[in-house]
C-alpha cells in the first residue's frame, strides 16, 4: 500500500488493562496505595535532607536528588496506568505517548547515573577518607548532579525524535503496561533496523554504569573488612548496604527488561518484570532509604513533629 493511502494512527490503545468491573478495581486500589506511599516517601526524604542541617553532605544530597527523580519517574508512568484501569478507553495520543517514552527512559538514565554517583562517592568515602573533603565539595556534588540530568536528558533526544518522524499506520495496539520503544517500534510502518545502533549504546552506557558501581562496592567491601574495629566495620557496611541494595533492585529490573537481546519472554512474565522496573524498585526506595538510615529517621520524625505543632489550634 502506498504510504498516501495509508491511515496514520493518531493514537495507541493499552489493549492489555482488564476491565473496571472486570478486576480493574482489584489492581486499581493496590497501584493508587503504592503510588501515594512513593510520593509521599519521596518527599519527605526530599525535604528532610533540605531542611536538616545533620544531612547537609555528599551522600545524602545524592540520595534527596535520587528521591525527587522518583518522583517525577512514577508520575510518568502509574497515573496512566490508574486512569487504564478505570478509564473504557484506554488510550494514549501519538505525543502522549513519545513524551511518555522520553522522560520515563531521560529520567531513569539520570537516576542511574545518580546511583554511579553515589556508588564513586562511597568510595573515596570509606577508601580514601582523608581527602574525601577535598575531593567531594559540594561544588563538585552540585557539577555531578546537574550534569547527570542534563545528560540523561539529551542522550534519549535523537532516538525520541527518530520515532516521531516513523509512519505509523496500524495495528495501534500496545501490549505492554505503558509507552516503551520495543512494543511502540513493533507497530512502525517501515523497517525499524537502525534502533539496534541505538540500543548497543543504551547497553554500553548501562553495562559501563554497572561495571563501576560493582567495582566501587567490591573495593569498598575489602576495605571494610580489614577494620579492625567491629563497631566501625558494621556502620560502615550498614551505609553501603542500603546504596548496594537499591542499586540491584534498579539494575537488575534495568537488565532484565532492556539487556536480555534475542530472548524473548511471555507476555505476563514481560509485563511483570515491567512492572518491578517502573512500580515496584521505586517502591522500596523510601522503605530502605529511611528505616534503614538512624539520621533520616530522625529527620523524618523531626519534620512531621514540627507539622504536628504547627497544626494545633492556638499554638
Not at 497515573?79 to 473504557?88: A, D, I, Q
Not at 494514549?92 to 520515563?104: A, D, K, R, T, V
Not at 529511611?290 to 513533629?305: Q, T, V
Amino acid at each position: 500500500m502506498d504510504q498516501e493511502n495509508q491511515t496514520m494512527v493518531t493514537e495507541f490503545y493499552f489493549s492489555d488493562f482488564p476491565q473496571f468491573e472486570n478486576r480493574g478495581l482489584l489492581f486499581f486500589i493496590p497501584l493508587l496505595f503504592i503510588y501515594v506511599f512513593i510520593i509521599v516517601g519521596n518527599f519527605m526524604i526530599f525535604f528532610a535532607v533540605r531542611l536538616d542541617t545533620r544531612l547537609h553532605n555528599p551522600m545524602y544530597n545524592f540520595i534527596s536528588v535520587f528521591s525527587f527523580l522518583e518522583i517525577w519517574y512514577t508520575t510518568v508512568t502509574i497515573p496512566k496506568m490508574l486512569s487504564n484501569l478505570v478509564s473504557e478507553q484506554k488510550t494514549i495520543s501519538f505525543i502522549g505517548c513519545l513524551l511518555q517514552m522520553y522522560f520515563f527512559h531521560s529520567l531513569g538514565v539520570t537516576e542511574g547515573l545518580i546511583l554511579t554517583v553515589m556508588a564513586i562517592d562511597r568510595y573515596v568515602a570509606i577508601c580514601n577518607p582523608l581527602r574525601y573533603a577535598v575531593i567531594m565539595t559540594p561544588q563538585l556534588c552540585i557539577q555531578l548532579s546537574t550534569g547527570s540530568c542534563i545528560f540523561g536528558f539529551l542522550m534519549l533526544l535523537p532516538e525520541t525524535v527518530w520515532i516521531s518522524t516513523l509512519p505509523f499506520c496500524g495495528p495501534n495496539q500496545i501490549h505492554q503496561l505503558f509507552c516503551d520503544f520495543e512494543p511502540v517500534l513493533h507497530l512502525a510502518c517501515t523497517d525499524t533496523s537502525m534502533i539496534l545502533v541505538e540500543d548497543v549504546i543504551h547497553a554500553i552506557s548501562i553495562l559501563t554504569s554497572v561495571s563501576i558501581i560493582t567495582l566501587s562496592y567490591l573495593r569498598i567491601i575489602t576495605v571494610i573488612l580489614k577494620i579492625p574495629s567491629g563497631e566501625s566495620r558494621q556502620k560502615a557496611f550498614s551505609t553501603c548496604l542500603a546504596h548496594i541494595t537499591i542499586f540491584l533492585l534498579f539494575f537488575g529490573s534495568v537488565t532484565l527488561m532492556y539487556l536480555h537481546f534475542s530472548v524473548t519472554f511471555p507476555p505476563l512474565l514481560d509485563k511483570a518484570i515491567a512492572l518491578m522496573f517502573a512500580v515496584l524498585a521505586p517502591l522500596f526506595n523510601p522503605v530502605i532509604y529511611s528505616l534503614r538510615n538512624r539520621d533520616m529517621k530522625d529527620a523524618i520524625k523531626k519534620i512531621l513533629c514540627s507539622q504536628k505543632m504547627f497544626n494545633v489550634p492556638g499554638s
